[in-house]
Every structure is written in structure tokens, then in C-alpha cells.
């Protein structure tokens, strides 16, 4: 049986617990990805933050009720949006939302369904200590399977 450990990246960024959005902006820029695990002192993730989280700072809320947006461009661009020292310095903890994760010894059946159900593209994978070890994305879940089924 394949386990997430056997498809997970290994090299993983994630943000300190004490850290600001203004930090956790800077790595998603920096290094092109789309989820931060948020770690307590002892490497534990107490959450995540992602690019959704992020740029729903910069969205006006009818965006969530209306088919069509496209005529709120006229009334300001969402890119030219800079929010504010005071919500760029705050801990990231006040935009953090819970932490779904796997232990690292999770099969990919249980690793995916998981995905699934909490509507995830990217999950944390834990060690047996609880520290983060890894994520993995359905991208990396899904090829892992269909690699087997190319054999076939």
C-alpha cells in the first residue's frame, strides 16, 4: 500500500505562529505557493493560511453572491488594492483558519477522501511526534496513482 510519506514534498515552507501577514505574503510571493502551514514552537501546525485567505482581503463581499463581476473593475481594481500597516503587520494567526492534516504513514485512499471532504487542495502531513514533515497536493496524490496504473 502507497502512504502520503511516499509522495509528499518533503521541503516544505510554512510560518511561525508569531509571524505577520506581511511575512506570510512575502513567502507565498517568494516561493510561488499556494498554502502556509502555521507552526507553534514545537514544529506542530495550528493552521494555515493560503492565497485565498490573502486575497480575500482585497475582495469586496458581493463577489461571493454574483455571477457576473466584471463591471466592479470600474469601481477599483482588486490589483491595485494595498491593505492596510495595521492588517499587513497583524499576527497571522488572526488569518489563519484551522489545520486539516495526515500523519505521515496515512495510506493515499485515507490521504485523498480527507482532500476531499474538507475541500482541499493541499494537506500537511504530520510525523508520529506531530511535527510537519511534509504536504502534499492532490496533484502529487493523484499522479502517484496513476503512475501505477500506467503499469498496467
Known amino acids: 500500500m502507497l502512504k502520503i510519506s511516499d509522495c509528499m514534498k518533503k521541503n516544505v ?18 516561493h510561488h505557493i499556494g498554502l502556509l502551514p502555521v507552526l507553534n514552537d514545537q514544529g506542530r501546525p495550528i493552521g494555515v493560511v493560503g492565497l485565498r485567505d490573502l486575497l480575500n482581503l482585497a475582495l469586496p463581499a458581493v463577489v461571493h453572491i454574483l455571477d457576473d463581476v466584471d463591471f466592479l473593475g470600474d469601481f477599483g481594481a482588486v490589483e491595485s488594492y494595498i491593505p492596510s500597516k495595521e492588517i499587513l503587520n ?49 496533484v502529487d496524490i493523484g499522479t502517484t496513482i496513476l503512475t501505477s496504473w500506467q503499469k498496467g
Open 90 to 138: 497583524q499576527p497571522i494567526t488572526r488569518l489563519m483558519r484551522p489545520s486539516t492534516v495526515v500523519r505521515e504513514d496515512a495510506g493515499l485512499l485515507r490521504a485523498y477522501a480527507t482532500m476531499l471532504r474538507h475541500d482541499l487542495h493541499d494537506l500537511p502531513v504530520i510525523d508520529q511526534d506531530g511535527r510537519l514533515c511534509g504536504i502534499a497536493s492532490r
Open 13 to 30: 515552507f510554512a510560518i511561525h505562529d508569531t509571524d505577520t501577514v506581511r511575512d506570510a505574503i512575502n513567502l507565498l510571493v517568494t
